[in-house]
């Protein structure tokens, strides 16, 4: 019977930049993203106690982690836009996206508040980059030299991030009662869960500063209660659909696999005829993966006949 033995994968840099390895090679872009989110929670701590400057943007004023935090996005690239199953879904939340931010540009100008405007815009992706990128990493990357679990370390890692997020100073001068941090608690759930399933950052910080502007808004009075819920409706169910569930194994940086769950490297995969695909983690555990497994590009395939 013919069959593809396993096939060793080469050891893929972690697309999800929410899986940071401690042992990553020196000078790899890994350390690099660790190094960045490391420095980027240190002056967001520095911020919240007041050791540190604001920057000012349009009519508000940003912690200055906004600054690392933007070269952490740099050094992350592409891998920020996240992974989507669904490409109609993620190119219609992308034109939502872009038609609707210019209309609110235009409602915000009128009432003379466009530094408002771009100032909620850049604290959104701010608070995306910090609170569901560089706070988790730190976090997890903590959790996994004291022999955490990598999945379980990522998942802690937004835990407590999202919950540093909800009890930030802002956050808590809007929440006069338990009911009134129900939504903060319910965002930062919601985005978390996102990050974790496709590593999407951007779109949830597009998304986040879709859900400020209309909030604002309605505060003002120029946007019905109603209008704002459909907005809501729209922005985030459609950023679910299209992020709520990517493929399990993807392709990584040199053309290895990926397990997106995890964030590790797929070391061994086995493609018995007649059997489901298998793949073999880095850390040993073997699963079976549905569906078919994502181009492989460079990586090798070797025959072998069983006796």
């Not at 009519?59 to 933007?70: E, F, G, K, N």
């Not at 505060?219 to 992020?243: K, Q, S, T």
């Amino acid at each position: 019977m013919l069959y593809h033995e396993p096939i060793a994968v080469p050891s893929a840099m972690a697309a999800d930049p929410h899986s940071l390895a401690a042992d990553a090679p020196p000078g790899s872009r890994r350390r690099l993203v660790l190094a960045m989110a490391l420095f980027t929670t240190v002056i967001e701590i520095a911020s919240i106690a007041k050791l540190v400057p604001t920057i000012p943007l349009g009519s508000l004023d940003l912690p200055l982690s906004a600054i690392p935090a933007l070269g952490l996005a740099v050094a992350c690239g592409e891998r920020l836009l996240g992974r989507s199953n669904i490409r109609g879904a993620a190119i219609g939340y992308w034109v939502l996206v872009a038609t609707t931010l210019p209309v609110l540009a235009i409602l915000f100008a009128r009432g003379g508040r466009f530094g408002l405007f771009v100032g909620l815009l850049g604290a959104s992706v701010s608070e995306e980059l910090v609170y569901r990128l560089a706070i988790p990493a730190v976090l997890a990357t903590i959790l996994r030299a004291g022999r955490v679990n990598p999945g379980r370390a990522r998942i802690a890692g937004l835990a407590l991030a999202g919950l540093w997020f909800v009890l930030l100073p802002g956050h808590r001068e809007q929440m006069h009662s338990v009911a009134s941090a129900v939504p903060f608690a319910a965002f930062a759930l919601l985005a978390a869960l996102l990050v974790y399933r496709s590593g999407s950052v951007l779109p949830m910080a597009f998304g986040h500063a879709v859900v400020n502007m209309l909030t604002v808004l309605m505060w003002n009075e120029e946007v019905a209660a109603d209008a704002r819920g459909m907005g809501l409706a729209c922005i985030l169910g459609l950023l679910v659909v299209a992020y709520g569930r990517p493929r399990r194994i993807t392709v990584a940086d040199d053309g290895g696999l990926l397990d997106t769950r995890t964030g590790l490297s797929v070391a061994l995969i086995d493609l018995r005829d007649g059997l489901p695909a298998a793949v073999t983690l880095t850390n040993g555990r073997t699963f079976e993966v549905d569906g078919l497994l994502p181009n492989r590009g460079h990586v090798p395939e070797r025959q072998a006949l069983l006796s």
